[in-house]
């Protein structure tokens, strides 16, 4: 759902977007699908959003917000132009409101040009303007940062974290975000973009620090000792030679207890970040089937191990009957099976009892069975344990 903004008012207030890129889909509360055109493709890999071209037909691919934007936002993200062979290439960071008002810039790389911060704006109907904003020449192995502040009438540009332009821009208001990779017919073509992030509100501590780099050095000399004394107060809450680790591990869940998994600050520091992967849908069974009064068989495997209601019959379709059976069978030794009953259709009639193949004959299997409902079991939802060691029936 697009975000209601008010230009004038500078609403909504406080709202911060990110996206690493760290998935396989899209986010698609984001996002608008990916458009593609010619041959350059857009997917997530390996924490980048990918474009890609394999020397086929010229396209500019783009990514674009489900949401608008207005003034007073900080809008960033990492880029870096990773292969460009045989023609043209870029991949761009672009603030998009019409065909004749929108600003973008990245690394680029033609026969005449080769910048690792291209910047191309349009605002009116008078031509697009371009130009280079840095002596850098793309960098095919590391992203760099590419920023755009939106304040007032005015776009500020900023190439890993320097100001290094502005521009007057007064209609740039209700646009889109955009990234984008393009390229030449017969291009052999790759480019990635990660870290992207919109904030509402200009940081104000970087604007300073990069008007301060366009000043004349004179200035920036007096200004030198300040700045040194801020940083030296910052560096002081930082730990001497601080390492960052990969950590990994396991966590026992229980449905019964809960479990804490605690990063402290003397060991892991003020900041940083948890990611966390979890199976919670346990093994599957390799066999299940429901033995009708032993005059024939019906394989339930595939049923049993999903969650679709009324799909694994405990007895016959008639009724219970003597001798009914249902089997549960693995392949690796097992002392545990999650039963799940739809509301509506519990046994409260039905007598079950619970066996086992000691290696000889069917034996009375001990559980705690968690499945009991006024003496009944299949009664309710829940689980079934034991303690036996099981043997293998052939």
């Given at each position: 759902?697009?975000?209601?903004i ?26 608008n ?18 474009f ?31 292969d ?50 840095t002596?850098d ?24 974290g320097?100001m ?14 955009l ?15 990660n870290?992207?992030?919109a ?28 700045l ?26 229980s ?14 520091g ?22 009708e ?14 969650l ?8 016959t ?11 549960f ?5 097992f ?7 739809e509301?509506g ?13 000691n ?20 009664g ?15």
């Amino acid at each position: 759902m697009s975000l209601p903004i008010d230009v004038g008012n500078a609403r909504p207030t406080g709202i911060q977007e990110y996206d690493g890129f760290d998935v396989i889909d899209i986010d698609e509360n984001r996002w608008n699908d990916p458009v593609e055109n010619g041959e350059t493709t857009i997917k997530q890999e390996a924490g980048y959003l990918v474009f890609t071209n394999n020397g086929g037909v010229a396209g500019t691919s783009y990514l674009e917000t489900v949401s608008n934007f207005g003034k007073n936002w900080r809008i960033s993200a990492d880029m870096a132009l990773t292969d460009t062979t045989g023609g043209a290439g870029a991949v761009s960071l672009c603030l998009y409101k019409s065909a004749d008002c929108y600003i973008k810039m990245g690394p680029y790389k033609s026969a005449l040009v080769n910048s690792n911060c291209y910047l191309q704006y349009k605002n009116g109907t008078d031509p697009e303007e371009s130009t280079s904003l840095t002596g850098d020449v793309v960098n095919e192995t590391e992203v760099t940062t590419h920023t755009f502040i939106v304040t007032n009438d005015t776009v500020i540009i900023y190439y890993n974290g320097v100001m290094r332009t502005s521009i007057p821009m007064r209609d740039l208001h209700n646009y889109k975000v955009l990234i984008m990779g393009a390229c030449t017919t017969g291009t052999t073509f790759e480019a990635v973009a990660n870290d992207y992030e919109a904030i509402h509100g200009a940081d104000t501590l970087l604007m300073t620090i990069g008007m301060m780099s366009r000043m004349n050095m004179d200035y920036l000399a007096e200004n030198n000792g300040y700045l040194e004394d801020i940083i030296a107060t910052l560096a002081s809450g930082i730990a001497t030679d601080p390492i960052i680790t990969d950590i990994a591990g396991n966590i026992s869940l229980s449905s019964t207890t809960e479990a804490f998994l605690e990063l402290t600050k003397a060991i892991y520091g003020k900041k940083f970040k948890v990611c966390l992967f979890a199976d919670l849908e346990g093994a599957n069974i390799d066999k299940c089937v429901l033995s009708e009064g032993g005059s024939g068989e019906v394989f339930q495997t595939e049923q049993a191990n999903n969650l679709i209601s009324n799909n694994v019959r405990l007895c016959t379709a008639a009724g219970a009957q003597m001798y009914d059976a249902i089997y549960f069978g693995s392949t690796t030794h097992f002392k545990t099976l999650d039963v799940y009953m739809e509301g509506g259709t519990s046994n409260t009639d039905n007598t079950y009892i619970w066996e086992y193949w000691n290696g000889a004959a069917w034996a009375t299997l001990t559980v705690t069975d968690g499945t009991l409902y006024n003496s009944k079991v299949f009664g309710k939802s829940g689980r079934v344990t034991w303690t036996t060691t099981l043997v293998a029936y052939s």
